[in-house]
């Protein structure tokens, strides 16, 4: 039983360059969510989709977009990177709304 | 807007000692109060949650309180051990997202060294 899977681990880019982060879970959670971490500032949603076939914006959504592919997969695209989003980027999923949230180990992007 | 402010950033203990990290919030409609540890390299881990309607619980040496009225909830960990050292978050609810449904804001973390 993996739980939440995030590929890749590591990515560098240049800025303008664009780039898909892939989620997949295994726990047949309805709801899915992208957060970035950076330092002293917590985890700041960026995306989220309560159920199969919704998506809705978190606090921190421009220059993102997402895609509920199925049930199990919500990725996370970056059309053109700028270096402000150099970060640690987190997927989770959750039975619902205000269940408890489970996360994967991260994609550390820098953007150069 | 709402937000979620959490106290110390970091905190140092010895081993054996107590730690207690406080988090205020300020959506009164928030009703779950979840508390997650994060070990270096790694995901969030949830480690103990708590419902607005109970004022306490407890899971062997980690407790939550909550106090609605005052708008705050404690993470207490009792007889801490090395493996206790890591970064813990709090979270509620709150309507910073654009959905209909409030989604979680994390507090900006405690940093806790268990010192042996």
């Known amino acids: 039983n993996a739980g939440v899977t995030q590929t890749p681990k590591f990515q560098v880019l240049k800025t303008g360059q664009s780039m898909t982060l892939q989620c997949a879970q295994d726990?047949?959670?309805?709801?899915m969510y992208w957060y970035r971490q950076d330092p002293g500032m917590g985890l700041r949603l960026i995306y989220y989709s309560a159920s199969e076939g919704t998506t809705d914006k978190g606090e921190v959504p421009n220059g993102y977009n997402v895609s509920r592919l199925n049930k199990r997969e919500f990725s996370l695209r970056l059309e053109s990177a700028a270096p402000s989003q150099t970060s640690v980027y987190f997927c989770a999923s959750s039975p619902g709304v205000n269940q408890p949230q489970h996360f994967g180990d991260g994609t550390r992007l820098s953007i150069l | 807007g709402e937000n979620v402010e959490q106290h110390p950033s970091t905190l140092s203990v010895q081993e054996g000692d107590s730690a207690v990290i406080k988090c205020t919030y300020s959506?009164?409609?928030?009703?779950?109060f979840p508390w997650y540890k994060q070990e270096l390299g790694k995901g969030p881990q949830l480690i103990i949650d708590i419902r607005s309607n109970v004022g306490e619980k407890k899971d062997q040496r980690i407790a939550v309180t909550l106090n609605k009225t005052a708008k705050h909830f404690s993470l207490h960990i009792t007889e801490t051990q090395p493996e206790d050292s890591a970064v813990y978050f709090c979270?509620?609810?709150?309507?910073?997202?654009?959905?209909?449904?409030?989604?979680?804001?994390f507090g900006s973390g405690t940093q806790l060294t268990v010192l042996p």
């Open positions: 726990m047949n959670h309805n709801s």
């Open positions: 959506d009164s409609a928030s009703n779950y």
């Open positions: 979270a509620a609810p709150s309507s910073r997202s654009s959905g209909s449904a409030r989604q979680l804001t």
